[in-house]
Each structure stands twice: as C-alpha cells, then as structure tokens.
C-alpha cells in the first residue's frame, strides 16, 4: 500500500487502517500514489526549483546522464498488426521474438501459442503467467477487454480477491454495461484517485464536460495499454489463458 | 495577489465522518440528501438533478463554472465541520523559504515533514483546490516538526519563527493550506 493511500485510509477515503503503521510508512517507507503512480512528492526539491525556474546546480550535478535512446525494434503493436493482417503464424513469432519472460508481451505469446495448439510451449510459459504481479491488473485488463459484464464478473471477482486497490476496481466498475455499478465504480475512483477518475470519465465514457487530468495521463495510459492490446487480440482467447494460468496458481 | 499559507487543527474523526456522509449520498445518488449535506439551497440544489448522475458535477474541473460553487460548497461544508484556523502567515514568501531553505533542506527529516505539510495528494479530494497548496501531518508529525525547527530557530528568518512557533502552539494534527 503506498504512502497517499495510507493517508487517505486515515481520513476513511479508502478502507480502514491504523494510524501507527501509516507513522512507520512516514518514517521511511518509499511514496507511492494508487495505481503506481510516481509520488508528486518524490523529490519536492527539485519540483519546486524547477516550478520557480531556479534549478539548484548542485542538484542538476547529480542527474544522471543523459543516454540516447535504443533503436525500437518490433513491439506488441507490430504483432498486434501482423495478426489483424490474418497472418497469425508470424504473429507468433514476432511475439517469440519480443518476448522477455514477463508482462504483456508474454501473456500475448501464450494465447497465440495456445491458439495454436502449441501446448508445450503453453505449458512452459503458464507459470510465468501465474507469477505475474501485480495479480490483479491483468484480470481487470482481461475485464475491460471482454466489453461484456456479465463474462467480465468473475475476472474482476477474482480481482477482488486479488486486494486490487480501489482505484483499478472502480475503473472496472465505471466501465460497466450496469449503470448502478457505473455509478459505484466513479464513486470510488473519485475517492481513491480524483485525477484518474476524471482522465476515465473523459476517455473510457465520453462524459460532456469533463476534461482528461494531465496528471493521471501516464497512469491511464500504462493499464489501457495492456487493456487495448488484448481486446485487440482478443479478449476471449486470453481469458482462457488466464483460466489456464489459475489452474497452476494464478490469480 | 500572492495567496499566503495558513495552519489549520483537524478534527480527524469529524472529516472521516463527513468523507463517509459524502460518499454514501454520491453513491446512492441521493440528491435531497447530498443538497442537505453541501448546504445547498434554491437553484444550486436543483443544480445537483441536472445531471445523470451526482457525481458527474464533480469530475467536471472547477474552472467550469456550474460546477465551481459545488465545489465550493464541498470544502466550504468539510472545513466547518473538520478544521479550525489556527494561524495564517502574514507573508506570502513563507511556502517558498519552507520549500528552499537551505538549513531546512539540508536536514533530511525536517525537509521530509514540510513536503508532507506541502503535499496535496495528503488530502481527501474533496479539500484540494487545483493550483493551491496544501497538505496535512498528523499530530506527531507536526509535533515533531515544530521541534526540529524550534532547535535551529535562532538560524530562521522571521516568517519561518513565526511557523515554527504556530505549529508548536497547535494540538493533534495540522493541515496547511493557502485556498481554503
């Protein structure tokens, strides 16, 4: 649990939580903001500096070089392409090819492989699949991708049962067909991380007047990746993988 | 005009009674019931019934101006019930000498503590403003604060004695802002 989200179970935003472990995560513990944000606080010394333009140059001395970025090779997006295109088996390969034993990537090439009936290479990868953490946000993902609420209940039940933080299962809600839950899901996003409610009630529902928080933006878009990807793919084929993957101890 | 900070006592159990109070109404949709809570009369209350739903009006940015005065109302209501106003500067350089400070950046601690007292992601969403500066510690924190600040005192320019010394007269948690 990060440091915002222990404040905020002190002020009963989000839960329940006691006051004295809150105290140990103050006295040192590293500040994360729900949703893996980066803490707006990680280094107010230079936020503020930069802010007043007045950059302390001793500070300046301690950033790390700069490096030129690498050439890009081939990604999600190419393989994604290349199977829209029919051409499946390539697909599989690219995937292979891009594969760096976790993440989207691996989950991917898993439910091409078992697509086609490659089933040791399936069974090679499972585990890796099961292990992947944090546990609930692929099943969400897979939910979001389903665009079904009824096939979507029970990845994001078991999401739950994940301890997905408020702000991913709000997501999940406020993306319903249901407008109740639609209504609870924006309820407790607005609770949980107002700026990224307002970033999926401007891009995911369209609301008229509502504007995208330029600070939740790399939040949104670092989980609707993995989301587009696999409703991309196709959300049926992963949610069986998934249901595979539970079956050697995933989420 | 430059807003200056001012240190507020937190009724911690009341503000964790309005957040409950507020988020069942919204999640309910009770307007009668959110209209009552924000104090909401004639036309503003009315205002609430205009949308799908009651918590559509609050993730429309403040700037839109059918939406500001709820927001207004919302943390206007919040502060009634949980804060009480402690102390405000009398400068508007305050916030810059507590984010800059060379003696108070070099202690890690002490540096700690105010960024927390700074930050507005510390706050229910309910209390922040955009652009505004604000922050909570609780009551050790604030307590521990005014006393590493207490000891290097002597080295402080006025406006930050004048904090430290606000600090240490308050009770139980503090929480600063400049647009409240």
């Known amino acids: 649990m990060g440091f915002f989200d222990k404040a905020k179970r002190l002020f009963g935003l989000s839960g329940s939580g006691d006051e004295e472990s809150a105290r140990e995560e103050e006295s040192g513990g590293e500040a994360r903001a729900p949703g ?64 760096k034993g976790g993440g989207l990537r691996t989950v991917l090439r898993a439910a091409a492989a078992m697509e086609a009936g490659e089933s040791e290479e399936v069974e090679r990868l499972l585990p890796v699949i099961a292990k992947e953490e944090p546990r609930y946000k692929l099943l969400l993902q897979v939910a979001g991708a389903l665009g079904d609420a009824k096939a979507a209940r029970g990845y994001i039940e ?94 | 005009m430059r807003s200056v900070l001012s240190l507020y006592s ?24 959110l209209a009552n809570l924000l ?22 940015p403040e700037s839109n101006p059918e939406a500001a005065p709820l927001f207004s109302s919302l943390r206007r209501v919040a502060k009634k019930r949980a804060l009480e106003l402690q102390w405000t500067s009398p400068v508007p350089s305050l916030e810059g000498r507590l984010r800059q400070y060379d003696l108070l950046r070099e202690d890690e601690s002490l540096a700690k503590r105010i960024d927390k007292l700074l930050s507005a992601s510390r706050l229910p969403w309910f209390l922040v403003r955009p652009g505004a500066t604000c922050g909570w510690l609780d009551g050790a924190g604030r307590a521990e604060l005014a006393s590493g600040l207490r000891q290097v005192r002597a080295a402080l320019p006025e406006e930050l004695s004048a904090f430290a010394e606000a600090l240490g007269d308050m009770d139980g948690d503090a929480v600063a802002h400049d647009a409240l």
């Open chain 1, 158 to 251: 078991r999401a739950e049962g994940e301890k997905a933080p408020a702000w991913a299962l709000g997501w999940a809600k406020a993306t319903s067909e249901d407008a109740e839950t639609v209504r609870e899901g924006l309820v407790e996003m607005v609770f949980a991380d107002h700026a990224l409610a307002r970033t999926v009630a401007a891009r995911d529902l369209h609301m008229e007047g509502v504007e995208a928080d330029a600070d939740a933006g790399a939040r949104y878009a670092a989980f609707v990746h993995g989301r587009e990807s696999i409703r991309r793919f196709g959300a049926r084929q992963v949610a069986a993988l998934l249901d595979e993957a539970r079956k050697v101890g995933g989420a």
């Open chain 2, 10 to 33: 937190l009724d911690r159990p009341a503000l964790q009674g309005f957040a409950k109070e507020l988020r069942e109404g919204l999640l309910a949709d009770d307007r009668e019931r």
């Open chain 1, 36 to 99: 893996g944000r980066e803490p707006r606080e990680e280094d107010p010394r230079l936020l503020a500096a930069e802010r007043a333009g007045k950059l302390d140059p001793r500070r300046r001395d301690r950033r790390p070089p700069l490096v030129e970025a690498a050439p890009q090779g081939p990604g999600v997006e190419d393989a994604l392409a290349l199977r829209e295109a029919g051409n499946k088996g390539a697909a599989l390969a690219m995937l292979r090819e891009i594969d």
């Open chain 2, 39 to 60: 104090e909401l009369k004639g036309a503003l209350a009315e205002r609430l019934g205009e949308t799908p739903r009651v918590i559509d009006w609050f993730l429309r």
